[in-house]
């Protein structure tokens, strides 16, 4: 799942929601949102199905792997407070995602090869771990070489990152200061997570 390299405007059209950011899977979506398929028609879903496809967003959208989301879904139950908010919250303080809510990337896959590759820098120090935790303060930079800033500048050119409240880019110095840890009102996905918390507990 981490590594999906399938049909995305499949993946669109079948759980109903744009969970991949690619212009041809978001064109596609636009255009077809009906399931795929020679003769679509979204049957009324059972209990079980519902929350599964709710599941499937989240790991589609940040692009995780069963047992990653269930990794996550044990850190948010010992925390205090809702368990489907802080799973959201701790998905959202990824650095691959930071990235890409910062407008970065134009999307979570192009956002976390960039990491993996090494493009980035947090707090002064090389990373290519793209699933870190982001803290209050932590500073991310584009690496001091003349090819990876030319390339994310450009990119800052075709994004738009005034929807992340809870980050601050310096499109000049192409630097991003994580101002405060996000909240489940700064979460970006359109999920039940409810059905997800309860399809996770069985």
């Known amino acids: 799942m981490g590594h999906y ?38 049957k009324k879903p ?3 199905g519902s929350a599964l496809t ?3 967003k989240i790991k589609y959208y940040y692009g995780f792997r069963e047992r990653q989301l269930r990794k996550y879904f044990t850190e948010a139950r010992r925390l205090k407070g809702n368990t489907g908010e802080n799973l959201l919250v ?10 890409r809510r910062a407008g970065f990337a134009l999307t979570r896959p192009q956002a976390r090869q960039g990491v993996v590759h090494s493009h980035f820098q947090l707090n002064g ?9 982001v803290r209050a303060g932590d500073v991310i930079t584009v690496r001091n070489r003349p090819n990876l800033q030319a390339i994310y500048k450009e990119t800052l050119s075709r ?13 000049n110095t192409l630097k ?7 909240t489940f009102a700064d979460v970006s ?14």
């Open 5 to 42: 390299t399938g049909a995305k405007a499949r993946i669109n059209r079948r759980l109903g929601a744009p969970v991949f950011e690619s212009a041809g899977a978001l064109r596609a979506f636009e255009k077809r949102d009906s399931p795929p398929g020679m003769h679509p028609r979204r």
């Open 46 to 48: 059972t209990i079980y």
């Open 54 to 56: 709710e599941k499937q």
């Open 90 to 99: 701790l998905c959202e303080r990824r650095l691959d995602n930071v990235i």
């Open 125 to 133: 120090r090389t990373v290519n771990k793209p699933s870190i935790m």
């Open 159 to 171: 994004t738009d990152s005034s929807g992340c409240e809870f980050v601050s880019v310096d499109e």
């Open 176 to 182: 991003i200061i994580v101002t405060a840890v996000p």
């Open 189 to 202: 996905i359109p999920v039940d997570v409810g059905q997800v918390v309860a399809f996770l507990s069985r």
